[in-house]
């Protein structure tokens, strides 16, 4: 039970260069899995919006270039959009 509990950590007050490499992403969906419903983009959007971002010039690494988000945290909730001049979605 121990061992399952820290899997589920989070740190709240950690810099992405406090966290290993290998932790960043199991740290992302911790994040997406635990936004409220109510905040979160059904999953067909999200996967859309996923899409459009994938085929941007403005995507490195995972991180728009133009706001510095980290695009699956953008693309999950209902309330964002995509921060070009001209929106992709």
Known sequence: MQ???NKQR???RCLLS??????????MRIYLNGLD???KTE???YQERLSQCRDCENLNEGICRICGCFVEFRAAIKGK????IH???
């Open 3 to 5: 061992m399952e509990q």
């Open 10 to 12: 989070v740190c709240k």
């Open 18 to 27: 406090d966290i290993a490499p290998e932790e960043y992403l199991e740290h």
């Open 37 to 39: 419903e109510s905040t």
């Open 43 to 45: 999953e067909a959007l």
């Open 81 to 84: 959009a995509c921060p070009a």
């Open 87 to 89: 929106p992709r979605w």
